[in-house]
């Protein structure tokens, strides 16, 4: 069967394109990526052919087509299992895919406030209590994977699993905008800042010129 390939966003912007890309890469599945870009007539054109749901990441792998980006390392799970991006015990399995999931439907207050920018110069924004209330469930969520099952590596559960690719943009919006946190959680953010993955994303984000944010250059 040819390679996976998977359809991404701009890697400036796109924290949903990033957490398949991280998630496929820290496995070493080998796919081909196609970014397709934001705004630009292409990206309706080229992704609804691919999806009716319009949205990146989507993969295509043989006949099947997954869009979403928590389906499609779920597929990836399913379809190496010898890559582990589960970790392996029932118990950190069911927590790893509880905070998963919370991740993918909530924290909207930072997602809203605190869009993931990778150029962006590093400065905070104005804090409010639904900023801070997410900035805090998430760093509990972190310290209590790390406590209960984070033994066996730097990672939410040791090794690098689903559950980080899932948090890697809120890393980097922790990051981007200053935003205070625990010398624990800092530790946390380092290791994935410090992945090749996120090292090989960044650097084609900051290769990029299209620019969407606003405060992209103050
Ligand atoms: N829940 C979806 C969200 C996907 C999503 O919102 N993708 C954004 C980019 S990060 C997108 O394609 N936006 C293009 C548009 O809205 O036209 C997932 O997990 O993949």
């Not at 054109?45 to 980006?69: E, F, M, Q, R, Y």
């Not at 779920?74 to 399995?93: I, M």
Request: charged fraction near 25%; charge should be positive.
């Amino acid at each position: 069967m040819a390679k996976p390939l998977l359809f991404i966003g701009n890697k400036n912007y796109s924290s949903w394109s990033l957490r398949p890309y991280m998630a496929l890469s820290m496995a070493g599945i080998s796919f081909e990526e196609k970014l397709v870009i934001f705004g630009e007539p292409e990206f309706g054109k080229v992704v609804k052919k691919i999806s009716k749901a319009g949205l990146v990441p989507i993969l295509v792998h043989g006949k099947n087509t997954i869009w979403d980006s928590l389906a499609i390392m779920e597929y990836a799970a399913e379809t190496w299992p010898d890559r582990n991006l589960w970790p392996k015990s029932k118990a950190a399995r069911a927590m790893a895919r509880s905070v998963s999931a919370e991740m993918h439907s909530g924290f909207r207050n930072l997602r809203g406030a605190c869009p993931m920018n990778l150029r962006r110069p590093i400065k905070p924004v104005p804090m409010n209590d639904g900023i801070l209330a997410d900035v805090a469930r998430i760093e509990a969520l972190w310290k209590e994977c790390r406590k209960e099952h984070g033994r066996g590596g730097p990672f939410l559960f040791g090794k690098f699993s689903i559950a980080d690719a899932m948090f890697a943009p809120v890393v980097t919006r922790f990051e981007t905008y200053d935003i205070r946190v625990s010398t624990d959680t800092q530790h946390y953010m380092n290791a994935i800042l410090a992945t090749p993955a996120f090292h090989d994303w960044k650097a084609g984000a900051l290769k990029e010129n299209w620019v969407f944010a606003e405060d992209e250059v103050d």
